[in-house]
């Protein structure tokens, strides 16, 4: 399936292509970057308005009872429950990605308190990479920084906790939780994973997979708009015995008795802190409704297939990119990674296309594939558009040059 | 002025009065819990549809540079610099305020390692007691917890930190933030204040009082909206020597050189984590709009005035609730707490009057007097609204009695 028909054929037949009509994307735009930035969800707008107004400016502090913002972090949660293969009441949400990891690596070493190693890999995210770095020097613990490939051998009977990002959100490389995790198990580690760009790409499975603790992120393949809240996952086995680092008053047994003294609250809710930001946690809430009565098996599916397509059409077109992202399909997450020392003008002159992928320093374009609303003939368009980028060297454009930026 | 008539007169020669009509406030309602969360702004609504369709939904992943998201949270920091007397650039945005808090008071402990005890009082908010008790354990230090009054006396050459709230949350009392700051220097240690009741409420001079960290609420007085994001300040002189116990990208020198080693960024900036709550600080920048121009010592005399008379009234007409808030101006922040032993029902049938305040256990009522949108006449019309509750014994009615609530 490498022509056009094929793909609007397969576009046709795809049982996932109605979702693409609960987002509201730019007509002229074809959407390669939700591993960053996740669309506008449809009802988003709506939602908010009535947040924002009658909630907030009507309601006024009543609404923390008449319009549920007090369960609205819960109701996320369950959302996200849904998608990770996580039993009922495992996952808090609120707080920054990087706000939680680090609440669950302090929690993770405490329950390792003789061990003297933390192992992390140079694929992680680099947010992550400074979280652990700062609690293991805190902690009087040596962090292990290896190579992707490397992670099980590092692995000793003196390693705490391993903290991994399951897809490393340059190459799009995915780990083997399942394997990491027995191996951390085995030598009497605790296994913690970021599934920033995991949760809502395909089917996760945290309590399958026994994994201790997870974190992960709102505004990617969650859809919840930018900044939205993260969130963490405890295992039921380590529910009644993990300690948030952060004591607040939403992880307080009894938030409103307004007592002087800290008791921790059930399971994964002592692991929020303060007030949520509600008007994020609206969007995040209304944005994960499009997610009811996915199959996430399907999603997975089309990913394969709408990467594999993409890998396919560059292999034959584009023989100056250097594919990075493995074909193996068990080692791949849901984007597509390509190199080339001009990847950074490349991918400004496919923006002005309308085609929005991104790029990491020093020579990597991304392209996100998210099954709920990229179609088989974006990716194709896709890679035409990126023909006649390179064909014309339209890259070569003064205005494609690389300046101080931001994405 | 105990009048209608001298209340009336009294907001048509209100200079601030002008400002109300920047809130959409409902018709029916008086709104004397500001202190708990601020109104909506008028112009919020409109600024978030823009922030949502526009921003998120048609400039997508590129709004972070095109809609300025990237700066967005030191925008909203210059604002609050403003608002409490701190220079430039030392006001960092994000996270809540229960985070901030764990972020600086574990700063300032490790500027002074050798010192075993930090001092906080019963009046502060439990958060800020959680956050304090839990950094302390970790360090193997001791949290003394005394009566406000004490808070000096209790200062000695091995307390390493002083972290009170300015304005106690239950009874609107003051500390003396120079007198207090003075004493904690005097005897080596650093002073933290939380300025949740203060920033927005009245004058506030982190630096003329020589405050080491500060950190505030964002939808209090400043009227951000449900959970909007909280804020820190450091002190020019320990910009550089401090450091944020939570490393993350938006607080590395180069956030988007995605470096594997952590540099942190100068002075407050260190201080941000992870990718901020965008919808949220939206709403937060566009509600501080209101603060343009206004004088707040005008804010602090009206603040006064009507605190004032609400506590004249109430002293008059209602013997049997004691006033729990200090008389003295310089003791009092910008509420008054009333103490009845019935008080949950009562706020409950005053509610139900449109008159809202709030009720905190085990007996007090609770009056915010927020001077930008509250009148003289409101005042007024709240006591009289209380005398009516009293005097029918409304309160009675079984559908105010106390139940599991949350405000």
Same mark, same amino acid.
Do not use: K, Q
């Given at each position: 399936m490498t022509g056009r028909e094929e793909c609007q054929t397969a576009d046709r037949d795809d049982a996932l292509r109605a979702l693409r009509d609960r987002f509201r994307l730019p007509p002229d735009v074809i959407y390669l970057d939700g591993n960053s930035l996740g669309p506008l969800v449809e009802t988003v707008p709506d939602r908010m308005t009535s947040a924002v107004e009658r909630e907030w400016g009507e309601g006024l502090i009543r609404s923390w009872n008449t319009a549920g913002w007090i369960d609205l972090a819960e109701g996320v949660a369950a959302r996200i429950e849904a998608l990770i293969g996580a039993p009922q009441t495992t996952v808090a949400v609120g707080d920054s990605t990087s706000v939680n990891l680090f609440k669950v690596v302090e929690a993770a070493i405490g329950l390792r308190p003789d061990r003297r190693f933390v192992v992390t890999d140079r694929g992680n995210f680099p947010t992550d990479l400074y979280v652990l770095s700062g609690v293991c020097q805190?902690?009087? #613990?040596?962090? =292990?920084?290896?190579?992707? $490939?490397?992670?099980? =051998?590092?692995?000793? /009977? /003196? $390693?705490?906790?391993? +903290? #991994?990002?399951?897809? /490393?959100?340059? $190459?799009?490389?995915?780990? *083997?939780?399942?394997?990491? $995790?027995?191996?951390?198990? +085995?030598?009497?580690?605790?296994?913690?994973?970021? #599934?920033?760009? +995991?949760?809502?790409?395909?089917?996760? *499975?945290?309590?399958?997979?026994?994994?201790d603790f997870a974190v992960g992120c709102g505004y990617k393949y969650l859809n919840g708009g930018p900044g939205a809240p993260g969130f963490l996952y405890v295992a039921p086995g380590l529910a009644d015995g993990w300690s948030n680092p952060i004591r607040g008053w939403f992880g307080h047994a009894r938030p409103f008795a307004f007592e002087l003294e800290f008791e921790p609250a059930e399971g994964v809710i002592r692991g929020q802190i303060g007030t949520p930001p509600i008007l994020s946690m609206v969007a995040l809430h209304e944005s994960l409704s499009v997610f009811d009565g996915v199959d996430l098996v399907a999603v997975r599916a089309k990913s394969l297939a709408l990467t594999d397509l993409f890998i396919e059409l560059v292999g034959e077109y584009l023989p100056d990119f250097t594919i990075v992202t493995p074909r193996e399909h068990e080692r791949r997450g849901s984007q597509v990674s390509l190199r080339h020392p001009e990847g950074y003008s490349i991918v400004q002159a496919l923006i002005a296309r309308g085609v929005i992928g991104d790029f990491r320093a020093p020579d990597i374009l991304r392209f996100g594939f998210a099954p709920l609303y990229v179609g088989f003939e974006d990716t194709f368009r896709a890679v035409e558009q990126l023909r006649e980028v390179m064909s014309g060297e339209e890259w070569r454009d003064p205005r494609f040059a690389a300046v101080a930026r931001v994405t």
């Open positions: 805190r902690a009087g #613990l040596v962090l =292990e920084v290896v190579e992707p $490939t490397d992670v099980i =051998e590092a692995i000793c /009977d /003196d $390693t705490a906790v391993v +903290s #991994l990002t399951e897809v /490393d959100y340059r $190459t799009g490389r995915r780990h *083997d939780m399942r394997r990491v $995790t027995e191996a951390a198990h +085995s030598a009497g580690a605790l296994a913690v994973w970021d #599934l920033a760009h +995991s949760a809502g790409a395909f089917p996760v *499975d945290v309590a399958e997979n026994a994994v």
